[in-house]
């Protein structure tokens, strides 16, 4: 069964750039989380789906981030503008549902860097 | 609110030693609690988790964690530490709804 499949692995912008992430999650999860990582830091919740609807955007900054999840399976996240502020590991995660006992299933993200 | 703290940013253990990693957490509620591991340019994969019951859990690759609430903690150990179990470890507290409050992390090194 093939995991979560994040793209590009690696992306570097200069900053005042747009840049999009894309993510694929296990099929059939219908939880899917974008969870931000900076440097020396463990990941922050930045928006979770529940099939097509987000149910918890409070902590993506609305200003210049977006994201979505048409048909509710995979992903797009988007930032623009870009500032250097944003570098980091942008980390994709998806469940089978949003119980609390649900595994969450990480891909191995995408690292940005803001020039 | 809730958080968790890892208090060792950095660890270093010989091959074959045995290995206990903190971690402490504040949460109102019984908590559902868990410890990753994040190898260099992968994904986090997670060890081993507790909801309920027996407040020793096993996980894989020969990892335990002891809930305790009276000192509401979730330490993560291992016997015998092996050179491929360095890596970053990650413990978490489910903060409702499934959303995952992870502490800093702690960086595993291993001497041979």
Known sequence: EAGVVQSPRYKIIEKKQPVAFW?????????????????????????????EEAVDDSQLPKDRFSAERL?????????????LGDSAVYLCASSLEAGGSNEQFFGPGTRLTVL | AQSVTQPDIHITVSEGASLELRCNYSY???PYLFWYVQSPG??????????????????????????????????LRKPS???????????AVNGGYNKLIFGAGTRLAVHP
Request: proline fraction near 3%; charged fraction near 20%; aromatic fraction near 14%.
């Open chain 2, 81 to 91: 530490v092996h050179w491929s179990d360095a890596a970053e470890y990650f413990c």
């Open chain 2, 42 to 75: 992968q994904g986090l994969q997670l060890l081993l988790k507790y909801f309920s019951g027996d407040t020793l859990v096993q996980g894989i690759k020969g990892f335990e964690a002891e809930f305790k609430r009276s000192q509401s903690s979730f330490n």
């Open chain 1, 71 to 83: 048909k509710g399976v995979d992903s797009t996240l988007k930032i623009q503008p870009a500032e």
């Open chain 1, 23 to 51: 993510c694929n999650p296990i099929s059939g999860h219908n939880t899917l989380y974008w969870y931000l990582q900076n440097l020396g830091q463990g990941p922050e919740l930045l928006i979770r789906y529940e099939n």
């Open chain 2, 28 to 30: 109102g509620a019984t």
